[in-house]
Structures are given as structure tokens and as C-alpha cells.
């Protein structure tokens, strides 16, 4: 475990070619991957679209359910089912509004995408964040498909709500674990314990932007902290993040948050943080050779603060050198994934925003 300023930080080096597959995306906010080179991205106001691999847009997909757009909330992160194939599902989390529109919480739906590509059929709400909050910040929102076929969701405290996020009987701030139809499996942690939600997976978490899987099928995961203190998490089953207990972060504009502690028996300490804040978004293991082995088992996580795709060296477990790419073009980095074809995407969070894919030299 290390800060920024304490970790080994590379200088430029020789990275791959930024070749822009799609432009024109509204704050393009996840990209999930379909058959035959195409890509699904949502848009944070709302829109989902269809990206041929020419590149070419589609129309706003029709049958996405109300969403809660502004702040940080909106049409968030987009999965596709393992076996999208056999049955053109996809999931995707948004900031769901109540009833009357005061409030709002994260929630999971799940949908499959019609034969022509045009529209989302048959589509679910299976998981909401209880309890709904007026707030436009801190939805979290990224999911992960397990191995065993179940889904992680990350969930943010809300802003206004940090103290709910070491109780358990709520959803703030914490990840959750659910089978593909919204129920709780059986063998998670707070499962038949009084007073304890059972979706939940692990908790004491700010706001987690991005999550991925190991190659050990473990989930890591990254949450903004407050003013720094951004941390790198391995989400255990029944584990305590500590959040805001213990925090590496200070309030905006200074000063100590609770304590002002960052340790304490029973919590959990970051595999890896950043001071200061670089304001993390999108998280991918690179498990493929397509740039030579140096970058195999790399960890890659994008910047919003600062505007630069950052590769992260690990060995046994522990973060040792970091690697700063695309930094020239400071745009913020909001998702990157590993695609099929074992090359790494990541999506530009602007008015104009890009898919852009990175190209072996």
C-alpha cells in the first residue's frame, strides 16, 4: 500500500496508438461488447446506443425505463450476459427516481436487445438500492458478472449518508451480490442474520466508479475518497472498507473527517490509494499479450481529475509502479475494458465524448 506521491510513478513511456472507433457520444458513461465487433454505450442523460464496428452510431435505443438524470446520476454502467449470444441480455444501472421525483437510488435492471438492435424488450428492474435519497451524487453503479453466473453491483453512500454505509441494514455504500433474477444467493455473508440486508456483499465504501475480476475470480474494485484518499479495494465476502471511519481523505476544503483516523481494528486497509485524489473511474485487469508481456496482468484505471489512463504494475498483490497514457490528450478517462479482440477501449467523458481503442505499435 502506497499514496501517489510514495509509489513508484513511471515517467512517458512508449504506449499504444489512440485510434477513436466512435465519436459524438453525449458523456458516454459504460461500454459492454456485442457479437460481430459491435459495442453498446450508454450515455449519462439517458441514451443507450448500438456502435457498429465501422464506428457508426445508432438511434437511441426505446425501452429504457424513467431515469434520474443530473449531477452525477443518469444512465450509468452497461454489461453484457456471458451468454449474450443464446439470449441478448444486458444489464445496466441508472439512478432510478421515486414516484413522486424527490428522490432517487441506484438500481439494476436487466433487458435483452432486440433482433434489429433497435430496442430494449422485456425489461426488468431486479435490484433497488433501498433507501431512495434526495441527492445527485454517489451512485456508484459499476457491475460485474462473476464466474458463477451471479452479478456485483457497487453502490455509493449518497453523498449525505456516509454514516449509513457501516450499517447493515440499508444499501448505502456498500457492494452488493444478486443472482440474475434481483434474489440474494444463499451463501452470501449477511444471509439469516437479524437486522441485515442479504444482498449485501461487503461494505464501508464511498463511492466505487469501477470494479473488475481477477483472474482468481476475486473483485476489485476502486471508490473515490473525499479530498484524496482514492482507494484500491479486493471486496471480500463480509469485509469493512472502514469508510468514513478510517479514510486516507481529509473534508473538502480541509480538515479531519470523523477522527481523522486511518486505521483501526476490523477494517480493512486499501491495497493502494492516491494523495491526492485522482478521481478514478473505470477499472480492467489486462489478460491478453496483444502488447507484450510487460503489460500481462497489468491493472489499468482511468482519470478523471487528471485525463490519463493509468497502468498499474502489481506484484503479489501489491501495487509497485504506475504508468501515466493518454495523458496529452486530458481528456477524462470515465470506463475502460478489455474487448474480445484482447485490445484495451476506454470511453472520454465529455459533450463530445469518444470510444476510442488503443492500437499495438
Given at each position: 500500500m502506497a499514496s501517489l506521491a510514495a509509489a513508484a510513478v513511471g515517467s512517458a513511456i512508449a504506449a499504444p496508438t489512440p485510434e477513436v472507433v466512435a465519436s459524438g457520444l453525449e458523456n458516454p458513461w459504460g461500454v459492454a461488447f456485442l457479437p460481430g465487433g459491435r459495442f453498446v454505450v450508454t450515455e449519462k442523460a439517458g441514451r443507450m446506443r448500438v456502435v457498429g464496428p465501422d464506428g457508426r452510431t445508432g438511434a437511441a435505443l426505446a425501452g429504457l425505463p424513467p431515469i434520474a438524470a443530473g449531477g452525477q446520476g443518469g444512465l450509468l454502467d452497461v454489461?453484457?450476459?456471458?451468454?449474450?449470444e443464446r439470449n441478448r441480455t444486458l444489464y445496466f444501472c441508472f439512478s432510478e427516481p421515486d414516484a413522486g421525483g424527490s428522490a432517487n437510488s441506484t438500481a439494476l435492471a436487466r433487458a435483452?436487445?432486440?433482433?434489429?438492435?433497435?430496442?430494449?424488450?422485456?425489461?426488468r428492474v431486479i435490484f433497488s438500492q433501498r433507501p431512495k435519497v434526495a441527492s445527485r451524487n454517489h451512485f456508484g453503479c459499476r457491475i460485474v458478472e462473476a464466474k458463477d453466473g451471479t452479478l456485483f453491483l457497487t453502490l455509493g453512500d449518497r453523498f449525505s449518508r456516509k454514516d449509513d454505509a457501516q450499517k447493515l441494514d440499508n444499501h448505502i455504500g456498500k457492494v452488493v451480490r444478486i443472482n440474475k433474477d434481483g434474489t440474494a444467493p444463499a451463501n452470501n455473508p449477511f444471509v439469516g442474520r437479524a437486522g441485515a440486508l442479504p444482498e449485501i456483499w461487503s461494505y464501508?465504501?464511498?463511492?466505487?466508479?469501477?470494479?473488475?475480476?481477477?483472474?482468481?475470480?476475486?473483485?476489485w474494485m476502486h471508490e473515490h475518497g473525499p479530498q484524496g484518499g482514492d482507494e484500491i479495494n479486493v471486496a471480500e465476502a463480509g469485509r469493512n472498507y472502514g469508510w468514513p471511519v478510517i479514510t486516507y481523505g481529509e473534508n473538502y476544503g480541509g480538515g479531519k473527517i470523523g477522527d481523522g483516523i486511518t486505521r483501526k481494528d476490523g477494517l480493512e486497509q486499501p491495497l493502494h490509494y492516491w494523495v491526492p485524489s485522482i478521481a478514478p473511474s473505470g477499472m480492467a485487469f489486462l489478460a491478453s499479450d496483444r502488447y507484450g508481456p510487460a503489460w500481462k496482468g497489468n491493472l489499468f484505471?482511468?482519470?478523471?481529475k487528471f485525463g490519463y489512463l493509468d497502468r498499474i504494475e502489481l506484484r503479489d498483490?501489491?501495487?509497485?509502479?504506475?504508468h501515466r497514457l493518454l495523458e496529452d490528450g486530458r481528456a477524462r478517462?470515465?470506463?475502460?475494458?478489455?474487448?474480445?479482440?484482447?485490445l484495451l477501449y476506454v470511453l472520454t467523458d465529455e459533450s463530445n465524448g469518444k470510444l476510442i481503442r488503443l492500437r499495438p505499435d
Amino acid at each position: 500500500m502506497a499514496s501517489l506521491a510514495a509509489a513508484a510513478v513511471g515517467s512517458a513511456i512508449a504506449a499504444p496508438t489512440p485510434e477513436v472507433v466512435a465519436s459524438g457520444l453525449e458523456n458516454p458513461w459504460g461500454v459492454a461488447f456485442l457479437p460481430g465487433g459491435r459495442f453498446v454505450v450508454t450515455e449519462k442523460a439517458g441514451r443507450m446506443r448500438v456502435v457498429g464496428p465501422d464506428g457508426r452510431t445508432g438511434a437511441a435505443l426505446a425501452g429504457l425505463p424513467p431515469i434520474a438524470a443530473g449531477g452525477q446520476g443518469g444512465l450509468l454502467d452497461v454489461q453484457a450476459d456471458s451468454a449474450f449470444e443464446r439470449n441478448r441480455t444486458l444489464y445496466f444501472c441508472f439512478s432510478e427516481p421515486d414516484a413522486g421525483g424527490s428522490a432517487n437510488s441506484t438500481a439494476l435492471a436487466r433487458a435483452q436487445l432486440s433482433a434489429d438492435g433497435a430496442q430494449l424488450e422485456n425489461v426488468r428492474v431486479i435490484f433497488s438500492q433501498r433507501p431512495k435519497v434526495a441527492s445527485r451524487n454517489h451512485f456508484g453503479c459499476r457491475i460485474v458478472e462473476a464466474k458463477d453466473g451471479t452479478l456485483f453491483l457497487t453502490l455509493g453512500d449518497r453523498f449525505s449518508r456516509k454514516d449509513d454505509a457501516q450499517k447493515l441494514d440499508n444499501h448505502i455504500g456498500k457492494v452488493v451480490r444478486i443472482n440474475k433474477d434481483g434474489t440474494a444467493p444463499a451463501n452470501n455473508p449477511f444471509v439469516g442474520r437479524a437486522g441485515a440486508l442479504p444482498e449485501i456483499w461487503s461494505y464501508g465504501h464511498r463511492n466505487g466508479q469501477g470494479a473488475t475480476l481477477a483472474a482468481d475470480g476475486k473483485l476489485w474494485m476502486h471508490e473515490h475518497g473525499p479530498q484524496g484518499g482514492d482507494e484500491i479495494n479486493v471486496a471480500e465476502a463480509g469485509r469493512n472498507y472502514g469508510w468514513p471511519v478510517i479514510t486516507y481523505g481529509e473534508n473538502y476544503g480541509g480538515g479531519k473527517i470523523g477522527d481523522g483516523i486511518t486505521r483501526k481494528d476490523g477494517l480493512e486497509q486499501p491495497l493502494h490509494y492516491w494523495v491526492p485524489s485522482i478521481a478514478p473511474s473505470g477499472m480492467a485487469f489486462l489478460a491478453s499479450d496483444r502488447y507484450g508481456p510487460a503489460w500481462k496482468g497489468n491493472l489499468f484505471v482511468g482519470s478523471l481529475k487528471f485525463g490519463y489512463l493509468d497502468r498499474i504494475e502489481l506484484r503479489d498483490g501489491k501495487v509497485v509502479a504506475e504508468h501515466r497514457l493518454l495523458e496529452d490528450g486530458r481528456a477524462r478517462i470515465r470506463d475502460v475494458k478489455q474487448g474480445p479482440d484482447g485490445l484495451l477501449y476506454v470511453l472520454t467523458d465529455e459533450s463530445n465524448g469518444k470510444l476510442i481503442r488503443l492500437r499495438p505499435d
